[in-house]
């Protein structure tokens, strides 16, 4: 598949604000950057929700890439304690 459909961006909507709102919930060992992460994770979906308002697939689709980036690298940092393989890459 070659496009990003208003359905595929939607699914991984849901997915990184499942992820954020469980990473948010449960900070890891590595407290000093919790906050830093978080922020940026929330900038980042905010951008996302702006340019899909915009119709804009593509960059929206890259805002919740960067802002799961972000999910997946305090999960393997150990900013956040979550254990769910469905939504992150470290388990």
Do not use: C
């Not at 340019?51 to 697939?57: A, L, N, P, R, T």
């Amino acid at each position: 598949m070659d496009k990003i459909t208003k359905e595929k961006l939607e699914k991984y909507f849901n997915i990184s604000q499942e992820a954020f709102e469980m990473a948010k919930k449960n900070p890891g060992k590595n407290k000093k950057y919790f906050d830093d992460f978080i922020d940026m994770i929330s900038r980042y979906i905010s951008d996302a929700k702006h340019f899909y308002k915009k119709d804009d697939y593509v960059n929206a689709f890259a805002a919740l890439n960067y802002a799961h980036g972000w999910l997946d690298a305090g999960a393997r940092s150990d900013v956040f304690d979550v254990h769910d393989s469905r939504l992150f890459t470290s388990d």
